[in-house]
Structures are given as structure tokens and as C-alpha cells.
């Protein structure tokens, strides 16, 4: 059997499609002694044709696998345009730190990619207001980026990431 873990994260990523992991979950006679009765219970209880319960299920199974040090990230669980305070946790530094830097627009946006998971992130610092914003970025705009220098225009009607009005 493979690792719980890994198909659990491949699930969580996006890389095991809902229906194979469903799936998957029926089939593997070890799980249940691997997971515990309850947590195996709660897995094949789910409604996997809900999107409420299955969004639930992800955040149980990141928390198993934040429990037991499992490297994740929480990119998955972030919303399409997440909004972060600029802080200790989430410094300048911290940000290049976490996030690969693909292309700068100005000091204040740039286009950076999540090593673990591999999600493109368009990320503008306010620091006016003193906010991150991490808009999630599909692979045709990363691509429009990088090879033409055309950026989403999300954060362009707003001096203070550098740009003009």
C-alpha cells in the first residue's frame, strides 16, 4: 500500500482526482487500522458528491498530516484572493523565504510560486494598510507573465504598489 500520507496530500493538492480517491478509500483494506475506527469512519462517511463535506474532510486530513510533521503547505485552503496582515509571521522576509520569486512588477508585486505545492501566487504588498494579498494565478496567466510581461490587472487602479493611476 502506498503511504496514507502521500495520497492523502496528493488528494489535498489537487493531483488525485476526487473520484479516484474516493475510490481509493473503499479499496485499501489497512486504512482503517492505519487511521483509527474513528477517523476511518468520518473518511468513508463522507458525502463526497457535497463539496461542504468534502472541503471538511480536506482540513481534517491537513490537520492529520500537520499532527504527525508531514510537510504541507496551506495554499489549498487559502481563497482565491487571500488576505494576510504584513507582520512577524508574514514579513517581507518571511514571504521570500516561503515563496519562490518568478517575476517582480515592482517592489510592492511580484509573481511568486509555492515550492511544496507548486501553486503561482500574484502577491501585492500594502504596505499602507499593511496587508499581503496573495491572488491565486492558473497556469496560462503564470505563462503570460513570465514569457510576455502581461500582468492581471487585479492591483493597477492603486498607487501604492508602485504603479501609476
Known amino acids: 500500500m502506498a503511504c496514507a500520507d502521500d495520497v492523502f496530500w496528493q488528494f489535498l493538492q489537487g493531483q488525485l482526482p476526487l473520484a479516484n480517491f474516493e ?5 485499501t483494506a489497512e486504512l482503517e487500522a492505519e487511521l483509527g475506527k474513528d477517523l476511518y469512519l468520518d473518511l ?5 458528491e457535497d463539496p461542504a463535506s468534502v472541503v471538511a474532510l480536506k482540513r481534517t486530513l491537513h490537520e492529520r498530516l500537520r499532527a504527525r510533521s508531514y510537510l504541507v503547505c496551506e495554499c489549498f485552503m487559502w481563497a482565491d484572493v487571500e488576505k494576510l496582515p504584513l507582520g512577524v509571521e508574514w514579513s517581507p522576509k518571511a514571504v521570500k523565504a516561503r515563496f519562490v520569486l518568478l517575476s517582480e512588477r515592482t517592489p510592492w508585486l511580484e509573481l511568486r510560486r509555492c515550492p511544496r505545492c507548486a501553486q503561482a501566487w500574484y502577491v501585492a504588498c500594502d504596505t499602507l494598510d499593511d496587508d499581503w494579498y496573495f491572488r491565486r494565478m492558473a497556469e496560462p496567466e503564470v505563462s503570460d507573465v513570465v514569457q510576455s510581461g502581461k500582468w492581471p490587472p487585479d492591483f493597477d487602479r492603486d498607487e501604492r504598489y508602485g504603479l501609476q493611476p
Open 23 to 27: 475510490q481509493w478509500c473503499y479499496r
Open 44 to 48: 468513508v462517511a463522507t458525502r463526497f
